[in-house]
């Protein structure tokens, strides 16, 4: 939750029987207005709220477009993270002392369950502090940093460049707390696995080599200072003097700051790599370790659901799935069994782009065809749709990685920075084109480009549930959307529709390979070849799930959970509702409200069902 909200620090009183000498009849309007009122007073706290908790991340403010605080980085020490758990108990209680929730609107009180929501859930992770893996091979924070300043960190101003330097050096600050904290967890005990260690010095090493860190080529942060710089003259913001001067401080700060940080980080991580694993283990195996993967479960899915029970569903949703595959098998009259179907989809040649720039720009173009093609489709199935653009682009070379899932970065509430859709193309041959259309379905439109794009534009709500996330929600929301674009007429070749089945087993799989790695005890070699015996997914990029799985526990359990709990509300309101349901009205109740826990999702469900037969 990132939360703005604006404390009416006048009490409004509300009127009893003085507003009508017939309290039978007054009591209703009573009611409309005590709830209107306390509404409008929580709803301008939440305002205030979120602002006050926006000052703890300038990384946020920059990311919803704001240029407050513009040349800082965020706190990332224990000591901060305890100054904001703090706050948000603090808030949580100045909220339950201030307001009446039986008084409040239904979308009122929603606003109140989630607050409630995210303190319970910062508190259940609390004890489980140094169990977290730090830094890793998955989008870590050490690739995180230099990308927010490459494509995030906009500059139209002199002011905006000084901001950029400063942060440079705020980066080294950064990536200090971070280390501290990473040996911390090493000295209790957690320690990814040894592949995590080699991605963080591999990836940080890319970051700074190159020009002004060595005589080779310029880097990719190098090279976007320099074109910001250059940008600033082109407009005539500075001159070519002032840009020579803005150009020596930023080298300094990367050479003298930025570099050496990132040379402690790659350095503790060779130095400290003997203690690791090079078999990699779950969670599970850690001290206390079961304990922190059930809380992370719960975090994830949003639901009570046990190790055991995700696994068995996992079970189930891939029988279910080959069937469905098998038919597609016999679609396109293929001679063999399913496991033949796969070898051929994994690794017949006509499957895959060429293996080099060209065949990378082939993917993007074809990418932003299948959602221009489905974009047209959109006004049929949603009544809100979002006014943001959205950009199909590779992956920098210094984060790319061979075989690592596509993902999708939001662009600003305003609009000023458009949703971006990233692939990874590094390997041509990780990135099947059977399964391209679902993918850019799931990234863009209607998937994740869709659903967070209307969260951020939505107005009559608190803004902190604009900005808010959940993963098995938006998850949730994306594997759906893969489903919906068949029925929206996606997917007219088999072997796309088979992409599709790929896509939605992967979820499935992952359902029981999660589980499987930190409940009961598989090894990597256990998890990938459970992987391959039930998916086509070239193996490459089976091995960067399987590590992808291993250093963040339980996130990938929350799409499969989230897009069943919604196909599952979308079944209740067709029965329930009959003649009555429209399809375009059950997507805006379901995205018209911000991302959702999956149980305050479905109070909201059966409360627009319940209007709706009432009426």
């Known amino acids: 939750m990132r939360s703005r909200l604006f404390l009416n620090s006048s009490f409004l009183m509300i009127g009893l029987a003085v507003l009508s000498p017939t309290p039978a009849i007054a009591a209703p309007d009573q009611q409309v207005q005590a709830a209107q009122s306390e509404t409008d007073r929580i709803n301008a706290w939440f305002d205030e709220k979120y602002e006050e908790e926006l000052k703890f991340s300038p990384i946020e403010q920059t990311f919803i477009g704001r240029k407050t605080d513009y040349g800082l980085i965020d706190d990332f020490s224990d000591a901060g993270a305890d100054r904001e758990l703090a706050w948000l108990r603090d808030a949580v209680a100045e909220m339950k002392s201030r307001f009446d929730y039986a008084q409040l609107s239904p979308e009122a009180q929603t606003s109140y369950d989630i607050w409630l929501y995210n303190l319970k859930q910062a508190e259940a992770g609390l004890p489980f502090r140094s169990h977290r893996y730090v830094l890793h091979q998955h989008n870590g924070l050490q690739s995180f940093f230099p990308t927010f300043l490459i494509n995030t960190h906009k500059v139209a101003t002199e002011a905006d460049m000084q901001g950029f330097i400063q942060r440079l050096s705020g980066v080294a600050t950064a990536l200090d707390q971070l280390l501290v904290r990473a040996k911390s967890?090493?000295?209790?005990?957690?320690?990814?696995?040894?592949?995590?260690y080699e991605g963080v010095i591999d990836q940080s090493t890319k970051i700074i080599s190159g020009a002004p860190f060595d005589?080779?080529?310029?880097?990719?942060?190098?090279?976007?200072?320099?074109e910001k710089l250059r940008g600033l003259v082109d407009s005539g913001a500075i001159d070519e003097a002032r840009a020579a001067e803005l150009r020596d401080a930023a080298k300094t700060a990367l050479i003298s700051a930025f570099a050496p940080a990132y040379q402690r980080i790659i350095a503790w991580y060779q130095s400290d790599m003997p203690n690791t694993d090079a078999s990699p283990k779950g969670v599970g195996a850690l001290a206390n370790g079961q304990a922190f993967y059930n809380y992370r479960l719960a975090n994830q899915t949003t639901t009570e659901l046990t190790a055991d029970e995700i696994h068995n569903l996992g079970l189930s949703e891939v029988a279910r799935l080959r069937g469905d595959m098998e038919a597609v098998k016999e679609q396109v009259e293929f001679d063999g069994d399913l496991k033949d179907f796969f070898t051929f989809i994994r690794e017949d040649d006509q499957f895959y782009f060429s293996d080099d720039d060209a065949g990378a720009d082939q993917y993007i173009a074809a990418a932003k065809d299948h959602i221009e093609a489905l974009k047209k489709l959109l006004p049929d199935y949603f009544g809100i749709l979002p006014k943001a653009d959205l950009e199909v682009r590779r992956v920098e070379a210094f984060r790319e990685r061979d075989g690592a899932a596509q993902h999708y970065r939001s662009g600003t509430p305003d609009g000023s920075r458009p949703g971006i859709y990233y692939a990874h193309l590094s390997d041509m041959r990780a990135m099947p084109i059977p399964?391209?259309?679902?993918?850019?379905?799931h990234e863009g439109l209607p998937g994740h480009h869709m659903q967070i794009s209307i969260a951020q534009e939505l107005t009559g709500i608190p803004?902190?549930?604009?900005?808010?996330?959940?993963?098995?929600?938006?998850?949730?929301?994306?594997?759906?959307?893969?489903?919906?674009?068949?029925?929206?007429?996606?997917?007219?070749?088999?072997?796309?529709?088979?992409?599709?089945?790929?896509?939605?087993?992967?979820?499935?799989?992952?359902?029981?390979?999660?589980?499987?790695?930190?409940?009961?005890?598989?090894?990597?070699?256990?998890?990938?070849?459970?992987?391959?015996?039930n998916s086509s997914i070239p193996e490459a990029a089976v091995r960067s799930e399987v590590r992808r799985y291993l250093v963040n526990p339980g996130q990938a359990t929350s799409y499969k959970i989230g897009m069943i709990k919604i196909l599952e509300l979308r079944q209740r309101a067709r029965d329930q509702l009959g003649d009555r349901f429209d399809i375009r009205a059950f997507h805006d109740?379901?995205?018209?409200?911000?991302?959702?826990?999956?149980g305050i999702l479905e109070q909201r469900v059966d409360q627009w069902i319940a209007d709706v037969n009432a009426g």
């Open 463 to 533: 803004v902190f549930r604009t900005q808010a996330g959940y993963t098995a929600y938006s998850e949730g929301w994306g594997l759906y959307s893969e489903t919906l674009a068949k029925e929206m007429g996606g997917y007219e070749n088999p072997y796309s529709e088979f992409g599709r089945l790929t896509s939605e087993i992967w979820r499935a799989i992952r359902l029981v390979v999660d589980t499987g790695l930190h409940s009961k005890g598989w090894s990597e070699e256990q998890a990938v070849a459970y992987f391959l015996e």
């Open 215 to 226: 005589d080779g080529a310029p880097s990719a942060i190098w090279t976007a200072t320099e």
């Open 435 to 441: 399964t391209l259309e679902v993918i850019a379905y």
């Open 185 to 196: 967890n090493a000295d209790a005990g957690t320690r990814p696995p040894r592949f995590a």
């Open 589 to 598: 109740v379901v995205l018209g409200g911000g991302a959702l826990p999956l």
